[in-house]
């Protein structure tokens, strides 16, 4: 299993556009899909390069290792010239901890994970304050980037140890319990 932050509020909107049936919402509103909804919502980069910064709902908690973190991005990129490309950020605060290479993704809807290093993750000191930022790439002119999902993914907390139910009856008989 794993733990999930997803978009709750927006930090900075920047140049992004909302597009389809949130157009009147809020940039997080279309990234925070627990199912992808491609092309029903989601924010549009055009002709240019735009940032834009979502806060992170506080839904997971330190799972105890530096190793599974993930930055996920639903993105698709359409144009004529080089491949659009999207970078996804994470900051704790206004701290980058994070960021991606250039994803890329043209004329089809693609998820797109960047794995953070052991380094990364150890960085991350708490999990309260942490936000996704998007920064389109490599657009011209007439050269578009739509993101509609965007989430920071951790493993689950570790367990604690547990006993084998022989091992725990033989420790109580033995111990005249």
């Not at 509103?29 to 092309?39: H, I, K, Y």
């Not at 739509?146 to 139910?165: K, R």
Request: aromatic residues 6%; glycine residues 12%; charged residues 20%.
């Amino acid at each position: 299993m794993v733990q999930i932050a997803r978009p709750d509020s927006d930090v900075s909107a920047g140049s992004w556009t909302l597009e389809g049936s949130t157009a009147e919402g809020t940039i997080w509103e279309s990234l925070d899909e627990v199912s992808a909804n491609d092309g029903v919502d989601y924010i549009e980069s055009v002709g240019a390069d735009h940032t834009c910064e979502v806060g992170l709902d506080n839904s997971i908690t330190d799972p105890g290792g530096n190793t599974g973190y993930l930055l996920r991005a639903r993105i698709r990129g359409e144009g004529s010239g080089g491949p659009e490309r999207c970078l996804i950020a994470l900051f704790e605060g206004a701290t980058q901890r994070a960021i991606s290479g250039n994803l890329a993704s043209r004329a089809a809807w693609s998820l797109e994970s960047y794995t953070l290093s052991t380094g990364e993750a150890d960085a991350i000191t708490a999990f309260t304050d942490l936000r996704i930022k998007l920064i389109s790439d490599n657009l011209g002119g007439g050269e578009t980037m739509w993101v509609t999902q965007a989430f920071f993914e951790v493993p689950d907390v570790a367990g604690g140890t547990s006993i084998p139910i022989a091992m725990y009856h033989h420790m109580h008989h033995n111990q005249g319990v």
